[in-house]
């Protein structure tokens, strides 16, 4: 069955600290993947995806991800955290063809300290 | 003009009861789908529909029933309440094809005691 792992539950930071979220997913075949973000008591909102293309994207608010097949990982990345970035951050994949069946991680929760 | 609407935002209800959240959606989509978030935030997929016609539809007990009369619409109607059955249920949507992406509702955080 196709998993999401996400290694890290709760991430501590200070401010300006260097962000990486690590998200690693099993399924043999072609997939499409996402982080979403969820501040607290919101709902999701994607930060970015990935179908296809350069395997380094960018997403909104500074973020960015590296889809390296080999290793089948899809990490989250943030040069400087701001205290705004407090929230739960959710790694998932699409299994191409699948229909949008979105299989998510576990999410990480990343706490800022001003 | 919120893109994916739920209706309510928080239900308390009691055990044994029956319950309806409502899903709308503005954004022409085909597909709809309603996610469960537990306790521990960990979200799972409960059913999606596209264009009305139900296409996933996991393993949930069958007190949870779908109902779309329209492919803007999305309602989860669930009979005979839990205490497990407490979480945030969120509905999506996301256009037809391949390559997209899936837009979320605020959420309805339900709490059966």
Known sequence: ?114 | DTAVSQTPKYLVTQMGNDKSIKCEQNLGHDTMYWYKQDSKKFLKIMFSYNNKELIINETVPNRFSPKSPDKAHLNLHINSLELGDSAVYFCASSPHGLNTEAFFGQGTRLTVV
């Open chain 1, 1 to 114: 069955a196709q998993s999401v792992s996400q290694h890290n539950h709760h991430v501590i930071l200070s401010e300006a600290a260097s962000l990486e979220l690590g998200c690693n997913y099993s399924y043999g075949g072609t997939v499409n993947l996402f982080w979403y973000v969820q501040y607290p008591g919101q709902h999701l909102q994607l930060l970015l995806k990935y179908f296809s293309g350069d395997p380094l994207v960018k997403g909104i608010k500074g973020f960015e991800a590296e889809f390296i097949k080999s290793k089948f990982s899809f990490n989250l990345r943030k040069p400087s955290v701001q205290w705004s970035d407090t929230a739960e951050y959710f790694c998932a994949v699409t299994p191409r063809g699948s229909q949008g069946n979105l299989i998510f991680g576990k999410g990480t929760k990343l706490s800022v300290k001003p």
